[in-house]
């Protein structure tokens, strides 16, 4: 077994070290708050929490490459929304993606030139279309059957130059 690797992680040991100093979470119970999940990307010029005015405590926030609607996506909001409170979902892709530049067999080659590694055994699932590719998720969301009845789901585009999301009709 390894040692964990301290001097990679200095900075945010210490900065942790500040934190928990003054943490003020520790009422905050699993459940959100507000009864909304947020899928976005992982793209870290997204605050989720702050697009939407909200706060810790509030939303289930779920993230990966491009926002999309994985296998791991739909367990999650199944657990989301019959465990902890969650009976909206607020799927938001964003522009400027890295997700949304390129085919597929694009980014495997990158990889592959850059990099020397073969990751054709990944689906990044990256879209030509965003937009299309929103709406598929949203109704894929919609329709999956052991979902919690009741639920509203719902797509919209966050603009990473404006900070505005924009509602797309699914």
Not at 57 to 74: H, P, Y
């Amino acid at each position: 077994m390894s040692h964990f690797p301290h001097d990679a992680f200095a900075d945010a040991l210490k900065a942790n070290d500040g934190y928990a100093k003054d943490f003020k979470y520790s009422e905050l119970t699993g459940v959100a708050q507000q009864g909304i999940a947020i899928v976005t990307c992982m793209d870290s010029r997204i605050n989720p929490l702050s697009v939407v005015g909200m706060q810790s405590g509030d939303a289930k926030i779920l993230r990966n490459a491009g926002a999309r609607v994985t296998e791991d996506v739909l367990r999650t909001l199944v657990l989301a929304t019959y465990l902890l409170g969650v009976g909206r979902i607020l799927i938001m892709p964003h522009t400027n993606c890295r997700m949304a530049m390129g085919e597929e067999a694009d980014i495997h080659a990158l990889i592959q030139e850059e990099y020397g590694v073969d990751t054709r055994s990944l689906e990044f699932r990256t879209v030509s279309d965003q937009t299309k590719a929103l709406i598929t998720d949203v109704n894929r969301v919609r329709s999956y059957p052991l979902l919690n009845k009741g639920v509203v789901v719902g797509g919209a585009i966050y603009d990473v130059t404006t900070g505005k999301i924009t509602p797309v009709d699914c």
